[in-house]
């Protein structure tokens, strides 16, 4: 048993608590989540990733109930890699966040709501419950409802109902499927139900579960048919909180996907694959064409949101060792490239006051950095070599050959042409255009803001120069997902 | 509409409802009851007030704002739960003491309890915080 397992929860916890019990003064909120973000990046560098590196496993068992009956988390390498993306990104999205609200006063709410998302996150990737799962896939969200209403204007408060009334659905549908596991199992530890179901075989209703978490976790993750919420009401809230939810919170969705999928349902998993890689050609292919269709740069870099949630679940779909290995990294990639972008967005609206790209312009000649930084970003998006988005592609496209399945892999790498083409859209609007507005006084910037976006495609660099070891820990990832039963021993301890 | 017989009888409503809260939160370890509906019926005392008198009495009741409430109460769960750390145990792992009291019998008060009183706080101040600005609207 790991004692200090429960600090992912517990330390922005913490942190919510003293910036609501410091709501008037701004200054000290500040502070405290910088500071807990800054401690949860120390924690997993410093104590998880070392420890895992041994073990393999880290277990807790929550108010030291024995593993079936109580809350037990479980930490395996697909958890920690999760974890570790949150607490990176948490980290810089807040280094942007206390510089892009120096210009217009932050809400007392912000800061307790945003460390309350991340600890709705990090709970999530660590619970080794069912039940649990949910209810810090609704903590998750009923803070990023907050978030994005903050500011409280017509438009964000329409996009947060949309928003609130679609994630409803799908809390229904998941708890269908909790309620139906139970039903069959008598219990919703994911180990147990793992041994339990793998007992009585596949029969319609366990088909029938995973088919509803499919359908609660397609809607978190925005994958077709059921997406048109995202662009709907991401692009309505302000730049950092966007960031955090675009580059974030619909990655959750696929983070579940894999641990229930390969766990419980590993028959339901095989049986499923052409459903698995049409929702991936169709998301994939969606939400490119709406992306390119778009004037609004965070508008348009929601649909690309979609577009590449569509080759996660592709390399989900394909179930094979070195797919998933490929997603993970996958993962990795398009986290920190996503947010980056979003990001560099925010940047380039402050610029020119605006996030029409038609309005927008001149930028290459006004902040030649930026426009460096966009490059590199954006370029890896597109997959470009040899940036991060190729390796995450080749491992994609290889593990598609390898499985035969020849037709997905050449909509990915359609698919990958139009995403270039989308960025070229940007790049020549945004950046390359003469300024269609007379530039005024150059206006300062936070440093805050470019610490944060150059440390966001710092990081996309290391993944593209690191791609091998980082291969490696994915590889390995994989590998514990596939062979459970090592994961079954950790948690229940025979 | 504020009528005699209403803010009579809220005046004198208002320490048995908060006594019945606190003894709801007590018995809620074993027995219905607890920090969510102990909590409830405390905010239900004092939106009485409210609707007897106005907002601003039922603020000044309160002798803080309603907000600080939530740190309280958020703050009281987690250390309930930290605690069992100090001893080398998981989080959350729950603790009794036995208080004899006079007259025989004896008081079981544990990191539960401690627990749901942060669940009191946090939902009476929740409920307040909503229903006071409705109230001032």
Redesign the interface.
């Known amino acids: 048993m790991t004692l200090h397992l429960v600090l992912p929860v517990a330390l922005p916890l913490a942190g919510a608590i003293l910036c609501l019990a410091f709501y008037r003064v701004a200054r000290v909120q500040r502070a405290i989540a910088l500071s807990s973000c800054a401690g949860l990046v120390l924690y997993l560098a410093g104590v998880l990733w070392p420890l895992l590196n041994g073990a393999g496993y880290a277990t807790l068992r929550i108010g030291n109930w024995p593993a079936p009956y109580g809350i037990v988390l479980a930490v395996d390498l697909l958890s920690a890699i999760m974890l570790s993306l949150a607490a990176v990104v948490g980290l810089a999205v807040l280094v942007y966040a206390l510089a892009w609200f120096r210009r217009e006063p932050e809400e007392p709410l912000l800061y307790p709501l945003y460390l309350i998302l991340l600890m709705g996150l990090n709970g999530a990737f660590l619970t080794g419950d069912v039940f649990n799962l949910y209810v810090f896939f609704e903590i998750m969200l009923v803070s990023s409802f907050g978030l994005m209403a903050l500011g409280g204007e017509r438009g964000q408060i329409e996009g947060t109902i949309k928003y609130l009334a679609i994630s409803q659905l799908s809390s229904a549908l998941f708890l269908l499927g909790a309620g139906l596991l139970y039903g069959l199992a008598g219990t919703l530890n994911m180990a147990d139900l793992a041994r339990k179901l793998a007992a009585s075989g596949a029969t319609p209703y366990t088909a029938i579960a995973a088919l509803l978490f499919l359908g609660a976790f397609g809607i978190k993750a925005a994958v077709f048919p059921l997406f048109f919420w995202l662009p709907a009401s991401y692009h309505t809230a302000k730049t950092p909180v966007t960031a955090i939810l675009g580059g974030l919170l619909t990655k959750v969705g696929i983070y579940a996907l894999c641990r229930l999928y390969t766990l419980l349902f590993p028959v339901h998993w095989a049986a499923q694959r052409s459903l698995f890689l049409g929702i991936a050609a169709l998301t994939m292919v969606v939400g490119v064409l709406g992306a390119v269709a778009q004037g609004d740069i965070k508008r348009l870099l929601s649909f690309h949101i979609i577009s590449q949630i569509g080759y996660l679940i592709m390399g989900l779909g394909l179930s094979s060792t070195l797919a998933m290995a490929a997603t993970l990294y996958f993962m990795v990639h398009i986290v920190l490239v996503k947010t980056g972008l979003f990001l560099i967005a925010g940047i380039a609206e402050q610029v020119t006051g605006t996030t029409d790209l038609y309005a927008m312009g001149g930028l290459l000649r006004r902040r030649p950095f930026l426009a460096c930084l966009f490059l590199i970003t954006a370029m890896s998006l597109a997959g470009l070599p040899p940036l991060s988005g190729f390796y995450a592609k080749l491992g994609l496209v290889i593990a598609g050959l390898q499985s035969q399945e020849y037709w997905v892999v050449a909509v990915a790498l359609g698919v990958s042409m139009l995403t270039l083409f989308s960025m070229v859209k940007i790049w020549t609007q945004a950046f390359m255009k003469k300024a269609t507005t007379a530039a005024g006084a150059k206006e300062q910037l936070r440093p805050g803001l470019y610490v944060a976006a150059v440390g966001l495609a710092a990081l996309a660099l290391v993944a593209a120069v690191g791609a091998g070891p980082i291969y490696g820990v994915a590889q390995r990832a994989s590998q514990q997902l596939f062979d459970s039963s090592a994961y079954l021993v950790a948690v229940l301890g025979r | 509409m504020s009528s005699l017989i209403l803010r009579t009888v809220a005046r004198l409503l208002l320490p048995i409802l908060v006594l019945l809260s606190l003894f709801l939160l007590l018995r809620g370890h074993n027995l219905p009851g607890g920090g969510f509906v102990g909590g409830l019926v405390c905010a239900a005392a004092i939106i009485l007030q409210m609707v007897a008198y106005d907002t601003a009495t039922a603020r000044r009741m309160l002798r803080g704002s309603p ?2 409430l ?3 109460g ?2 009281l769960a ?1 250390l309930s ?2 605690a ?2 100090l001893w ?7 603790r009794f003491v036995s208080v004899p009291l006079p007259g025989g019998g004896a008081l079981d008060l544990g990191l539960p309890t401690v627990f749901d009183l942060g669940v009191y706080f946090v939902v009476l101040g929740t409920v307040l915080l909503v229903v006071l600005n409705l109230g001032e609207e």
Not at chain 2, 88 to 94: A, D, I, L, N, W
């Open positions: 907000w600080l939530l740190p309280l958020l703050g987690l739960g930290l069992a750390l080398g145990q998981p989080f959350m792992t729950s």
